[in-house]
C-alpha cells in the first residue's frame, strides 16, 4: 500500500463505490458534492490523474470521468474491502436448500449453483475435475448494462460452455495456493473483450472430486457481500462431498 498515499487510498475508494453503484465514470466533481472527501474539486482531479498514471484508474471511453481498473479492483478487494459476514439464518436457509440433495452429487451441484445465482442475482457456474459442468442466471446478467454489448454476451455465452476454459481456471487454484480467486477484465481473461466481466470463485476438494463454484458478472459487482457467499458455499459442497466419499 506504500504506492499510495492516503488520500489517493479514499479516493479510490470512493470511486469503486461509487462506480459500483451507478455503472457510471465517476468525475470529481461527483466526489465532491456527493461525499464530502474534504478536498477541492481540483485537488480530487489531480489525485484521480496519479491514479490512472499508477494503473489503478481508466479513462472512461466519451466521458471525462474514471472508472476503476481491474489492478484498482483488485488492490480494493485485497487491502481495503471489509466482507460482510453471512448471518447464520443465512448459513442455514443456504445449507437447507441444498441439504436434500446430499446423496446424488449432480443433483447437489446443479442446486448449488442455481441457489447461489438466486442469492447473488447474477450468473453462477460450478465445474469439477470429473467433467461435469452447471451453470444458472443468464437473464440476471442481460437485465444489466455492460451486458447490452451484444459482442460481450455472444463471446461469454460461448465460453460458459467451454468446459476445458473452466477446467484451466480449475487447475489455477493449484497455481495460486488460494480458496478464492478473481477474474477481472481482460488481463485475467486474456481477451480484450471481456474488459468489463469479473468473476470470483471457490474451491472445494473431496477425495476424488475438485471443483469451483463462483459467479460471472460485470467487474463492478458487489464484491464485500458475494464472497463471504461464495466462501461458504465452497465451504458446504466441500463437507458434503467429503462426507459422501466423493
Not at 16 to 24: D, F, R, V
Not at 28 to 40: A, D, H, R, V
Not at 207 to 220: S, T
Amino acid at each position: 500500500m506504500d504506492e499510495l498515499t492516503q488520500r489517493q487510498i479514499d479516493i479510490l475508494k470512493t470511486v469503486i463505490k461509487e462506480y459500483t453503484e451507478t455503472g457510471e465514470p465517476v468525475g470529481s466533481e461527483i466526489l465532491e458534492k456527493k461525499y464530502k472527501l474534504g478536498f477541492s474539486p481540483a485537488t480530487i482531479r489531480n489525485e484521480m490523474v496519479q491514479l490512472a498514471k499508477k494503473g489503478y484508474l481508466k479513462k472512461a471511453y466519451f466521458s471525462s470521468g474514471r472508472i476503476p481498473s481491474a489492478k484498482g479492483f483488485r488492490f480494493y478487494i485485497q487491502n481495503l474491502m471489509k466482507q460482510k459476514e453471512l448471518s447464520t439464518v443465512d448459513e442455514v436457509s443456504y445449507k437447507n436448500s441444498i441439504w436434500d440433495e446430499k446423496d446424488d452429487a449432480h443433483r447437489l451441484l446443479s442446486s448449488a449453483t442455481k441457489i447461489l445465482s438466486r442469492k447473488t442475482g447474477l450468473l453462477s457456474l460450478t465445474a469439477t475435475n470429473l467433467g461435469d459442468l452447471y451453470y444458472a442466471g443468464v437473464a440476471n446478467l442481460l437485465s444489466l448494462p455492460e451486458f447490452f454489448d451484444i459482442s460481450l454476451s455472444r463471446n461469454l455465452f460461448s465460453r460458459l460452455d467451454e468446459l476445458t476454459y473452466w477446467e484451466r481456471v480449475l487447475q489455477d487454484f493449484d497455481r495460486i495456493e488460494a480458496r478464492i480467486m478473481y477474474l477481472l477484465g481482460e488481463e485475467d481473461f486474456h481477451d480484450p473483450s471481456f474488459e468489463e466481466c469479473g468473476c470470483v470463485f471457490g474451491e472445494f476438494k473431496g477425495e476424488k472430486m475438485k471443483g469451483i463454484i463462483g459467479v460471472v458478472g460485470p467487474k463492478r459487482m458487489y464484491y464485500d457481500l458475494i464472497i463471504p457467499q461464495i466462501k461458504y458455499f465452497a465451504h458446504l459442497l466441500e463437507e458434503i462431498i467429503r462426507q459422501q466419499g466423493l
